[in-house]
């Protein structure tokens, strides 16, 4: 088919034609940047929705600590759980004496006599003084009481030993030792089994 129109004529054809396309565009430009206006615009509100909320939320929970006096209560359990550890500390330094002279005495040799038990300013550790009838006996003392089967001392160190042969009451020698308490001994409170 020959196209017999003038030039103008087509010209003004094909531009239309490239109107309508290009009117078909900015249209659905347009719309995309409504859509994405709209779809923006709903983001915006939506966050500034959770927001609100969110803040409602911390404010309706401050008051409820400030209402319930959570720090109040805070300072109370911190200062009850001061205490008990200091009670815990406290009997775990506790000596249950009754006990602790049983063995002892238990642990003395043949022929020697305890006669005093001093505490200490040593974290843990005591004074014993006895008496015995010879020198050997004396240091005997020492040797019992640092025996580990005893469970009563971790170290038990002789201070001194007296003899003195004017002494008529049978027991002329004199030892003082110091000792130190063994960890696990059963006769500190805290380490005490209960009795049923």
């Known amino acids: 088919m020959i196209n ?25 430009c347009v719309l995309a940047f409504v859509g994405l206006g709209l779809i923006s615009t709903y983001g915006l ?7 609100k ?5 911390i ?11 959570f720090s109040g209560i805070q300072a109370q359990v911190l200062d009850i759980s001061n205490s008990f550890r200091l009670v815990v500390k406290v009997l775990g330094q506790e000596i249950l004496f009754s006990k602790l002279i049983q063995q002892i ?12 038990l001093n505490i200490i300013q040593v974290q843990g550790g005591i004074d014993i003084t006895a008496e015995a009838t ?30 003195d042969s004017s002494n008529n009451s049978g027991y002329p020698c004199s030892v003082d030792i110091r000792a ?12 005490s089994k209960a009795t049923p």
Not at 45 to 51: A, D, E, G, K, M
Not at 106 to 116: F, H, K, Q, V, Y
Request: glycine share 4%; proline share 5%.
């Open 53 to 57: 909320h969110y803040n409602d939320q």
């Open 45 to 51: 509100l939506s966050l500034h929705q959770q927001t």
């Open 59 to 69: 404010a309706s929970t401050q008051t409820l600590f400030q209402k319930e006096n």
């Open 134 to 163: 010879n020198y050997n006996t004396a240091s005997q003392v020492q040797v019992n009481l640092a025996d580990p089967a005893n469970k009563i001392f971790s170290k038990a160190d002789i201070v001194g030993i007296k003899c």
């Open 180 to 191: 130190l308490f063994a960890a696990n001994n059963p006769f500190l409170f805290i380490n």
């Open 4 to 28: 017999l129109l003038p030039p103008d004529l087509k010209n003004g054809y094909r531009y239309g034609r490239r109107n309508v396309v290009l009117r078909r565009w900015v249209a659905l």
């Open 105 to 116: 005495g238990a642990a003395m040799p043949a022929n020697a006599n305890l006669t005093s």
